[in-house]
């Protein structure tokens, strides 16, 4: 779509379909409603670089607006730009995610290694105080460190609250690919939440 | 019948509902008699929670404010 059509669209206002379909709503009424979930998956995504990430996505939206056939699926459609462009912006950023080991992270179980190492040996809630010690900006901090791959599915799965099927539309993967990847992140996050639990000693203010 | 490392690796999908048919049999039959195992799952649960919770919705006013003007000017092109 085109600049002027554009500015049509926002003087419009939302099309009713002739077939009784929801109607489309404007480039701005779409974008403006969607902007805090947008903002919040990019900060899930790429940190410090979610504003840019946004605004990339807005242009870039803005751009192909002409594209978005079914209005229904505006969200999914405005999810999969971001989530490119956030791809765009962690490729440009010097941060790399670490080496991923994960055959031996397949058998990795987070409960267990918390039993075992009993960092909280006077602790009845060995596991929740486990999880006390980690603030919303370290949980941040480790799925910052998950390579991308993994860290969508789990940013928009278990943050956003995405159906897997929604975000297998997103991908554009296949549904399997989306699970496996699921699977495979949620062990890794296990994983380097006890690795950076041990790096940062967060555990440690609180009686190790 | 199976061991505890199949049920764990199949716990989180338990949580999602996407275990089905006879693995669902055999991984609710495991849960039923592996009180370790439940105990994993409860965690599983907790961990799940805790991602969730861990989610920033705010937006700082500033940042607000420009995206908003970014809006502003795509539709003023």
């Known amino acids: 779509?085109?600049?002027?059509?554009?500015?049509?669209?926002?003087?419009?206002?939302?099309?009713?379909?002739?077939?009784?379909?929801?109607?489309?709503?404007?480039?701005?009424?779409l974008a403006r409603e969607q902007l805090p979930r947008l903002y919040a998956i990019a900060k899930g995504l790429v940190g410090d670089a979610a504003e840019d990430a946004v605004q990339d996505c807005l242009t870039k939206s803005f751009e192909r607006f002409g594209q978005l056939d079914d209005p229904g699926a505006a969200r999914a459609w405005i999810t999969r730009i971001l989530v490119n462009c956030c791809h765009d912006r962690g490729r440009r950023s010097a941060r790399r995610p670490q080496e991923v080991e994960?055959?031996?992270?397949?058998?990795?179980?987070?409960?267990?290694?918390?039993?075992?190492?009993?960092?909280?040996?006077?602790?009845?809630?060995l596991h929740i105080d486990f999880l006390g010690s980690f603030g919303?900006?370290?949980?941040?901090?480790?799925?910052?460190?998950?390579?991308?791959?993994?860290?969508?599915?789990?940013?928009?799965?278990?943050?956003?609250?995405?159906?897997?099927?929604d975000v297998a539309r997103i991908l554009d993967a296949p549904l399997g690919t989306v699970l496996a990847r699921l699977h495979r992140g949620r062990k890794l996050f296990?994983?380097?939440?006890?690795?950076?639990?041990?790096?940062?000693?967060?555990?440690?203010?609180?009686?190790? | 019948m199976i061991s505890c490392n199949d049920a764990v690796r199949q716990l989180w999908e338990y949580l999602d509902g996407t275990?089905?048919?006879?693995?669902?049999?055999?991984l609710e039959e495991h849960l039923?008699?592996?009180r370790r195992c439940c105990a994993e799952l409860e965690f599983a649960e907790e961990l799940r929670g805790f991602l969730h919770a861990a989610a920033d919705d705010e937006v700082p006013e500033d940042v607000m404010t420009r995206l908003n003007a970014t809006l502003k000017e795509l539709g003023g092109q």
């Open chain 1, 1 to 29: 779509m085109g600049v002027v059509a554009f500015a049509q669209v926002i003087s419009e206002g939302p099309n009713t379909e002739p077939d009784g379909k929801s109607p489309t709503p404007s480039f701005e009424q």
């Open chain 1, 102 to 125: 994960l055959s031996e992270v397949e058998e990795f179980s987070l409960y267990r290694k918390i039993a075992q190492e009993d960092p909280f040996p006077y602790s009845d809630t």
């Open chain 1, 136 to 165: 919303p900006e370290d949980v941040r901090e480790v799925l910052q460190g998950l390579p991308e791959l993994y860290r969508i599915p789990l940013v928009l799965v278990h943050m956003y609250g995405y159906p897997t099927k």
């Open chain 1, 190 to 208: 296990e994983r380097r939440m006890w690795d950076y639990a041990e790096e940062t000693g967060i555990l440690e203010g609180d009686g190790r």
């Open chain 2, 19 to 26: 275990v089905e048919g006879a693995d669902l049999e055999s």
């Open chain 2, 32 to 34: 039923s008699r592996c």
